[in-house]
């Protein structure tokens, strides 16, 4: 995972997303869904401005409805500018078209590709409809690869503690692959499928191992109902029963909730009082007025696009 590492070894600055961060993970809790999703995007943003030709990892999902419009506002109001960005999403269902209002892709193009100026040869998913599906996962984790690997991948958590469809009891080290979907999922996932019968119940995912490479990972959780199931991925143990557990072995993962997701955390308080005080959200707590690039990490502190000065390799 390329990085530049503080002396410390403690924090460390991803020269492709363009932001200081400190290693582990951290939990950052707001006040409303709104609030969260804003903040979701403004770093997206500030990696894409600082880092035009980022490497996104994207995620679907009622979460992500907000991140996306947000983005779009941006894109529209700010001129944020995704031409040379490259994306690839978690997962795509098996046996469903591109064009089936079911499809991941066809969501995201809904939601967000068809808004903003995204080349659509940069635009990757994994294809549901592919002949030999075995080969289709490998294929997608070599352009992963090719593309220098994901810079900031997004992420959302289902019910069930997974990410992507890395449902209970998948390998923590596990690639791209084809998984079935349990009945917990394929429940939490009806109405955007017309009803139960009408969810596929296999679906080509990103495995937790494909995950864990992205050089940072940005999960929202919203809501009550998903407060449970984050309070076990954060600050329970690291078991294949809850795949998003896994992010605790990631040296770079934020954790974005309101107060309902966050309702049942031990440490809420304590993370409250991290981002009012890190100043490594500084530039986030000042407003408007630091909602550019500028300070550690942007221009005009030596980090320039393509600079690998003082990187590190780690697999």
């Known amino acids: ?50 880092r035009p030709d980022l490497v996104l990892g994207l995620a679907t999902g009622r979460t992500m409805e907000g991140v996306y419009r947000e983005l779009v506002r941006l894109h529209r109001e700010e001129g944020l500018d995704f031409s040379r960005c490259r994306t690839f999403n978690l997962d795509e269902y098996v046996g469903v078209s591109s064009d ?104 080509v995912t990103m495995g937790v191992g494909t995950i864990l490479e992205a050089r940072w990972c940005v999960l929202v959780a919203l809501g009550l109902e998903k407060a449970e199931v984050v309070a076990r991925a954060v600050e329970g ?14 040296p770079r993962c934020t954790v974005v909730l309101d107060e309902a997701a966050a309702s ?18 500084a530039w986030y707590r000042q407003g408007p007025a630091g909602w550019g690039v500028s300070g550690r990490g942007g221009p005009g502190t030596g980090l320039q696009e393509g600079s690998d000065l003082g990187r590190v390799q780690s697999e």
């Open 1 to 50: 995972m390329p990085a530049f590492w503080q002396a410390d070894g403690l924090d460390w600055l991803c020269p492709r997303v363009g932001l200081w961060c400190s290693g582990g993970v951290e939990v950052i809790v707001l006040s409303t869904a709104e609030e969260a999703v804003r903040l979701v995007a403004r770093v997206v943003a500030r990696s894409v401005r600082a």
């Open 100 to 203: 089936d209002p079911r499809s991941f892709r066809h969501w995201m193009q809904e939601h967000f590709f068809r808004h903003v100026n995204l080349q659509p040869a940069n635009v990757h998913l994994p294809d549901g409809m592919a002949a030999d599906l075995e080969a289709e996962c490998l294929r997608y984790e070599e352009q992963i690869r090719a593309a220098g690997g994901v810079d900031l991948q997004l992420l959302g958590i289902g019910r069930a503690g997974h990410i992507g469809f890395n449902e209970p009891l998948s390998s923590l080290q596990s690639r791209t692959r084809v998984k079935m979907l349990t009945p917990v999922t394929i429940r939490q996932n009806a109405a955007a499928c017309g009803g139960e019968d009408r969810v596929p119940r296999r679906a």
């Open 237 to 250: 143990p690291i078991t294949s029963m809850v795949p998003a557990s896994a992010l605790q072995l990631h």
């Open 264 to 281: 049942l955390l031990s440490l809420r308080d304590y993370c409250r009082w991290l981002f009012e005080n890190e100043p490594d959200w």
